[in-house]
């Protein structure tokens, strides 16, 4: 660029100059446009995951805290009720291999 006598006289080379520097600005401006799009989309897509568990996680524990006693109620008679068959179980079987060990003492 070349000055006189307070004013300013643009060279072809300096329009173009400062046009190929816009257009570098422009395509960088671009770039970084496109990868700020490409990250906001893995972010959405994530907060979009992440709300999903929580809703999830909160619909479970509530379903866990109102559950009905009653039928959680049965379900440890039941459970209880296994275990003591199983001890009798056991009992009956020892019972049973000290007898038969007896008759060949």
Do not use: Y
Request: aromatic share 2%; charged share 15%; no cysteine.
């Amino acid at each position: 660029m070349t000055q006189q006598a307070g004013t300013t006289n643009w060279e072809t080379a300096d329009i173009e100059a400062a046009i190929s520097a816009l257009d570098d600005a422009k395509s960088t401006l671009r770039a970084g446009a496109k990868t700020l799009s490409s990250q906001l989309s893995i972010v959405t897509n994530r907060q979009e995951f992440t709300d999903s568990m929580i809703s999830l996680l909160q619909e479970g524990a509530a379903d866990l805290v109102n559950a009905d006693t009653t039928e959680e109620g049965v379900k440890l008679t039941t459970l209880q009720t296994q275990q003591s068959l199983a001890v009798q179980a056991l009992s009956i079987a020892s019972t049973a291999q000290q007898a038969v060990l007896k008759l060949f003492s």
